[in-house]
């Protein structure tokens, strides 16, 4: 059996750009991506906090410590600068793999600056 698990989420970031006319993705900091372990063409879904879009697209790398959050193409249209979005990656596992796995959550500030980092969520309370 296999089971699509979350491989990375980048938590309440903010989209620093949107352009309608460049070929469609999502331009990310490299920095960004490395820590994420998301590779440059990697699928991903965007969820936009401020609008409730959710949305498929592929990542490409922004210049390291840009902070760039640059949501292109077709999908400028469901997140503008300003938005706060959060950026997941999935990942099929079988049962053995199951064992160790752990996701990378990283989380950010309104100025897309890093403030922690973990490898899980805590228990949503009653």
Not at 48 to 62: D, H, M, Q, W
Not at 97 to 117: C, D, G, H, Q, W
């Amino acid at each position: 059996m296999q089971t699509t698990m979350l491989k990375a989420k980048l938590h309440r970031a903010t989209v620093t750009r949107s352009e309608l006319g460049y070929e469609g993705s999502c331009a990310i900091d490299g920095n960004f991506l490395d820590l994420a372990g998301i590779k440059e063409y990697e699928q991903i879904q965007i969820y936009n906090i401020n609008n409730g879009e959710r949305f498929t697209t592929y990542a490409i790398r922004a210049e390291n410590g840009s902070g760039t959050i640059s949501v292109n193409g077709a999908a400028a249209r469901l997140a503008c600068p300003g938005d706060l979005v959060i950026i997941c990656s999935y990942f099929i596992l079988d049962q053995k793999e199951l064992a160790t796995y752990k996701p990378v959550l990283i989380y950010f500030n309104n100025k897309n600056e890093i403030i922690r980092s973990a490898s899980s969520i805590p228990v949503q309370a009653a």
